[in-house]
């Protein structure tokens, strides 16, 4: 698959559960297939999500076509906006 939405099942944070939630739903409602990978589970998946980032301090959520980096939510975000999100996950 395609869209990889790097995530977290464990965190205190509601900041990082609603951005996870938001672009969650927005992927479903423009019917964009992804698969969830919750970084929580094994810190080599965390590694990967911020390697793939290209910071070492890089927090879910973060997204990527296959191996190529789109963003993290903000970038997200402002891609909705502008209604580009095809273009953001680098499958226009």
């Given at each position: 698959?395609?869209?990889?939405?790097?995530?977290?099942?464990?965190?205190?944070?509601?900041?990082?559960?609603?951005?996870?939630?938001?672009?969650?739903?927005?992927?479903?409602?423009?019917?964009?297939?992804?698969?969830?990978?919750?970084?929580?589970?094994?810190?080599?998946?965390?590694n990967e999500m911020r390697d793939k980032a290209?910071?070492?301090?890089?927090?879910?959520?973060?997204?990527?076509?296959?191996?190529?980096?789109?963003?993290?939510?903000?970038?997200?975000?402002?891609?909705?906006?502008?209604?580009?999100?095809?273009?953001?996950?680098?499958?226009?």
């Amino acid at each position: 698959m395609g869209i990889k939405l790097y995530y977290t099942t464990v965190t205190a944070s509601r900041d990082v559960k609603s951005q996870q939630a938001e672009m969650m739903r927005i992927l479903e409602s423009k019917s964009i297939q992804f698969e969830l990978i919750d970084i929580s589970v094994d810190q080599e998946v965390r590694n990967e999500m911020r390697d793939k980032a290209g910071s070492p301090t890089a927090v879910p959520p973060q997204l990527c076509n296959d191996d190529q980096y789109c963003g993290n939510y903000e970038m997200f975000s402002e891609a909705v906006e502008a209604d580009t999100v095809e273009q953001f996950l680098k499958m226009a």
